[in-house]
């Protein structure tokens, strides 16, 4: 079976309730992940989540690490969340980078994808901030400056574009999402399939490993519940993955 990290995909949120003269505030958790974990389990991949107030000290930071795994998601997730560890942030040491470990880690055979999203990408306010990071040279895509969101709250329809892909049949029938991160696919990349004209779907051969960009949400608010409801999820979530591990006869 093969092993999936996906780290981030998690947030917490802080509000404050105003009711007249007095306020209070309360705090929730929340992912965004679970029904992406479900459709991969039910397609005989295991997902294991790394939560995204867990990845400055927790996510591997060496080849080595890494290897663990058959396949790595980034999703919703900025690049400072992986280079301000606590040693260097708080301490002011060195300490190793994962993000070029899992640059490495790709042309030496690993599976990397990034999934859409506000802190995907470039994101919101170019906050994600990942075309500046090693990874960047070994995604399948060229990412804009600056803040790279659609949102398209009308719908978009998902267009195949390239029918000999193994992974082409899984994307036919989607349903229409509500935004992406806009992105440019690389010379060196093969674009599957298409969401309002920009690139959904796109994978790479990186070395001896391969990278997988999804520019849109594994949840809501982009990937709708329709999406979500929609009987070839989970077909089409298991045929990425295998993909992203190398199993491509699937």
Not at 47 to 69: I, K, N, W
Not at 81 to 103: C, I, Y
Not at 131 to 144: E, F, G, H, Q
């Amino acid at each position: 079976m093969a092993r999936i990290l996906l780290a981030g995909e998690s947030w917490i949120v802080h509000e404050t309730h105003q009711k007249g003269f007095d306020h209070f505030s309360s705090t929730t958790f929340d992912t965004g992940a679970d029904a992406f974990i479900a459709a991969a389990a039910e397609q005989g991949v295991q997902v294991e989540q790394m939560y995204g107030h867990d990845v400055p000290r927790h996510f591997p930071r060496t080849v080595e690490a890494l290897s663990a795994y058959d396949g790595v998601i980034i999703s919703d997730i900025g690049y400072n969340s992986f280079v301000l560890t606590p040693e260097t942030w708080k301490h002011g040491q060195r300490s190793d980078n994962s993000m070029a470990a899992l640059a490495d880690w790709t042309r030496q055979g690993g599976g990397l994808m990034m999934a859409g999203g506000y802190l995907s990408f470039q994101g919101i306010q170019g906050l994600a901030n990942f075309a500046r990071s090693p990874i960047a040279d070994v995604l399948p895509v060229a990412m804009i400056p600056g803040d790279d969101r659609v949102e398209v709250p009308q719908g978009a329809s998902v267009e195949v574009q390239e029918a000999d892909h193994p992974l082409s049949s899984a994307c036919t029938g989607a349903p229409q999402l509500l935004g992406y991160n806009q992105v440019t696919a690389l010379a060196d990349s093969t674009v599957v399939a298409t969401v309002n004209g920009d690139v959904l779907l796109a994978t790479r051969e990186v070395g001896a490993g391969r990278s997988l960009a999804w520019t849109s949400d594994i949840g809501p608010h982009w990937c709708p519940q329709e999406f979500l409801d929609w009987q070839g999820f989970s077909t089409l979530v298991g045929a990425m993955l295998r993909w992203l591990a190398g199993e491509r006869d699937h």
